[in-house]
């Protein structure tokens, strides 16, 4: 038994032998193979095109970037104040709008391109395109802060494409946010003009039924002979002119019950008697003329400036050379080892 395991180690340090003599004898093979890869994977990094990284951070708006939005927004109007929060959510969303990402591939990226490239299909440079402008979600460190990432062999582009989509993005937001903002001031508008317009109309029939009672006062006051307000001690008293009691305002006598008749139905207006409704006036003036113009708000901040990368990110030389003289020289050994064998084989004498 020892002997055989003595004899199973030597063919084993035999084996290993004759793979690196082989190995050895296939040297030139080997060293021809490495240098055919380094020279294949050099020409591939410094002959094809740089591309360069442009990248765009993005942080929530401040207070004051969205102060315009909430102008007005009282808790006595019973509009929401809007959040930094849900100004920059609409933001991030529209960032990955995908309506938003095929107007600028249509108009910025398309025409950027060379003649020869807009030949392709549509579907291949719009999946480049969406390859080339990529949205980044922000680490747990920074749960707020996006980015931005444009690549392009022309490190200006990369920069220009990136401003461009950035501020595509924050006016089509600000449109939206002012649109929304419009909309529900008008409906705010059309609520209190609807109460005007209904303290109006109560106050109206008030008057009607002023009138009414007034002239059934003075039928009773004509009846009894009234003319003139009873006075009592030298006043009219409360009662008796029908100010707790309605029922005794034929006290105030004809003469007095028809110039109250004739003074409400002249009356133009019945605004001056109306509670509130100066109010509520104030309140509809001040809110139809509230506008946002969109250069006094923000939708965003830049953390720092978007400028043009200085260094390409691909293709990565060092890493490209290294992995092709280790592709090289696997490649190399392998067929040093194979041409070894076969040359073994042939030399080897053939058995009857």
Do not use: C
Not at 202 to 209: E, I, P, V
Request: no cysteine; aromatic share 8%; net charge neutral.
């Amino acid at each position: 038994m020892l002997e055989k395991n003595v004899h199973d180690q030597s063919n084993n340090e035999m084996d290993l032998s004759d793979l690196l003599r082989g190995i050895w004898e296939q040297r030139w093979l080997v060293l021809f193979v490495v240098v055919l890869f380094t020279l294949a994977a050099g020409a591939y990094a410094f002959l094809s095109k740089p591309v360069y990284e442009a990248r765009a951070f993005i942080l929530p708006p401040t207070l004051n970037d969205i102060g315009d939005f909430n102008y007005g927004r009282t808790p006595e109007s019973g509009m929401k104040p809007y959040t930094t929060k849900d100004v920059y959510s609409t933001f991030t969303g529209n960032l990955q709008s995908e309506s938003l990402r095929r107007d600028f591939f249509n108009k910025v990226y398309l025409p950027s391109l060379s003649k020869d490239d807009r030949q392709r299909s549509l579907d291949a440079l719009y999946r480049q395109f969406s390859a080339d402008l990529t949205f980044v979600q922000p680490a747990k460190d920074f749960a707020d802060r996006f980015a931005v990432v444009a690549l392009n062999n022309k490190p200006d582009q990369a920069a220009e494409w990136l401003r461009l989509y950035v501020d595509q993005v924050s006016d089509a937001t600000k449109k939206e946010l002012i649109k929304n903002f419009s909309k529900e001031v008008k409906v705010h508008v059309r609520n209190i003009d609807s109460q005007i317009a209904m303290l109006r109309e109560n106050a109206a029939g008030t008057r009607r039924d002023s009138v009414l009672q007034l002239r059934e006062a003075q039928k009773v006051a004509s009846a009894i002979g009234l003319e003139k307000h009873m006075i009592v001690s030298g006043s009219v008293t409360g009662e008796m002119s029908g100010m707790t009691d309605p029922r005794l305002i034929y006290l105030r006598g004809t003469k007095a019950l028809e110039a109250e008749v004739k003074n409400l139905q002249e009356r133009e207006s019945d605004d001056a008697f109306i509670s509130d409704l100066r109010k509520l006036q104030g309140f509809s003036d001040f809110y139809k003329n509230i506008k946002v113009n969109a250069e006094d708000v923000a939708v965003y901040r830049l953390d720092g400036v978007i400028e043009p990368p200085d260094s390409p990110v691909k293709p990565r030389k060092a890493l490209i050379l290294l992995l092709g003289v280790i592709l090289g020289l696997i490649s190399g050994v392998g067929l040093g080892l194979m041409r070894q064998y076969l040359s073994q084989s042939q030399r080897r004498p053939q058995s009857n």
